[in-house]
């Protein structure tokens, strides 16, 4: 059975992960064009209906050829996306995003939770890295609370929307999780 196959529902801790569809383009807009999401990650700003169109084309691409997987965080009988996990297991590296209207709630960390748990246990991944900015004290906060723990790896430099970033590696490891 392949794990990555669509659509594909992951639950636990109060939360459903699903593939995005369609019908999300209008909340895709309220969750990512986000001045904070513009700062943190790739995504694009200002993300409108275009972006949103475009977001989910790539998800979908990087799904068929990579196994990637970017996965709406919603509630049981609440089918709204409230954010977005990804996992990219061939790079062992998971992330998120958490709406702006929907943060402080540890959408973060109970979806992070599921996501980390399919990699390992179903993906059968060794481990797995969150990339997080020193600064970003949400995400040390979420990564701390995850178990995760500085690889001793040296910070990763990045270009990002001409910024410049350094990313430190948090790595959870299956006896952690």
């Not at 109060?14 to 309220?30: C, K, N, S, W």
């Not at 986000?34 to 977001?55: C, E, G, K, Q």
């Not at 900015?133 to 790896?153: D, M």
Request: hydrophobic share 50%.
């Amino acid at each position: 059975m392949n794990p990555f196959a669509s659509p594909l529902v992951l639950s636990g801790n109060g939360l459903l992960l699903r593939d995005f569809t369609d019908a999300d383009l209008p909340v895709m807009i309220e969750l990512f064009d986000d001045p904070d999401v513009a700062l943190r990650t790739p995504i694009v700003s200002p993300f409108d209906l275009a972006a949103a169109r475009d977001y989910l084309a790539v998800m979908r691409r990087t799904r068929a050829e990579e196994n990637r997987l970017h996965l709406a965080i919603t509630r049981p009988g609440e089918d709204v996306p409230l954010g977005m996990v990804f996992l990219r297991p061939a790079l062992c590296i998971a992330g998120y995003v958490v709406g702006k209207a929907h943060r402080r709630q540890g959408l973060a960390v109970r979806s992070m939770q599921v996501i980390i748990e399919f990699a390992l246990r179903t993906v059968g991944l060794p481990h797995v890295l969150l990339e997080i900015e020193a600064e970003n004290h949400a995400s040390v906060a979420v990564a701390r609370a995850l178990g995760a723990r500085l690889s001793g790896a040296a910070p990763i430099e990045v270009e990002s929307k001409g910024r410049s970033l350094r990313l430190d590696t948090w790595i959870v490891e299956p006896e952690f999780a």
